[in-house]
């Protein structure tokens, strides 16, 4: 017979999975390695089957936000599952998210005339099973939109990346995170020419059933590699405003 600190733990777990944010067995977990960033995670593991977003007020943000998105759903499309990436003003370089582990030949691009239309083809690709991520690219998000959202993935587990270029507001969302992707200067080994391997500075600004953290993370070799972890709290998402 279960203890009551037993049962709290087994409901608890429950709970984790039907939200998408529990353990997998071993088989069926993706080699997302993020290191120490997994530590803020519920149950050590990259939620997957989930919708994330991430806030971008700069073009500099925006493109270190592109190609991070883009290493996390490299290891997504390892099961040979299309991604939709779904945009208004499309100024992705297709051969350069390869350099991301992400085949370019697996993604589908739909280019969206207005915001409203681009929520709906993310929303309708999130619902199909045979799709591994889903990229939306759009400024705007209220929590009845990403609520739509989050309900499409809860049966289809596919996994959303809602990537919010220029947001003219923060408000609540559905999303069970929320990220901020900053370029960082990068670092040349060995005195060799030319450019280091891309790094970033990643925020976690919240996440469900975890704890916000910030990171220096460079990605090296296809895979992802803290370089250093920040202690103190995480700040407020920052705006600028003017963007276009």
């Keep these: 017979m279960q203890t009551r600190k037993e049962s709290i733990e087994s409901l608890r777990r429950e709970i984790l999975d039907l939200q998408g944010l529990g353990s997998r067995p071993c088989g069926e977990r993706l080699p997302i390695s993020l290191g120490p960033v997994l530590d803020s995670m519920p149950g050590r593991v990259f939620p997957t089957g989930a919708v994330h977003e991430f806030l971008s ?35 992705l370089f297709p051969p350069g998210v390869k350099g991301f582990g992400l085949d370019p030949d697996q993604i589908i691009f739909i280019d969206a005339a207005r915001e409203k239309e681009a929520l709906w083809a993310a929303e309708e690709a999130l619902k199909c099973e045979a799709i591994g991520a889903v990229i939306a690219e759009i400024r705007e998000l209220d929590f009845t939109q990403s ?12 996994t959303g990346f809602i990537h919010r270029i220029y947001p003219r507001s923060i408000r609540p969302t559905a999303c069970v995170s929320r990220w901020q992707i900053r370029p960082a200067a990068s670092q040349i080994s060995d005195g060799l020419p030319g450019i280091g ?23 090296n070799e296809n895979a992802f590699h803290v370089i250093h972890e920040h202690v103190r709290r995480v700040s407020s998402p920052v705006l600028k405003t003017g963007a276009a």
């Excluded at 609520?147 to 596919?158: G, H």
């Design 147 to 158: 609520r739509r959202l989050q309900l499409a993935v809860e049966t289809s587990r596919t």
């Design 197 to 219: 391997f891309a790094r970033w500075q990643v925020e976690l600004l919240k996440i469900r059933n975890g704890r916000p953290g910030r990171w220096q993370v460079e990605w």
């Design 57 to 91: 007020p700069t073009p500099m943000a925006a493109a270190a936000s592109s190609g991070f998105i883009s290493a996390i759903a490299g290891v997504l499309m390892q099961s040979r599952k299309p991604c939709i990436w779904v945009s208004m003003h499309r100024t």
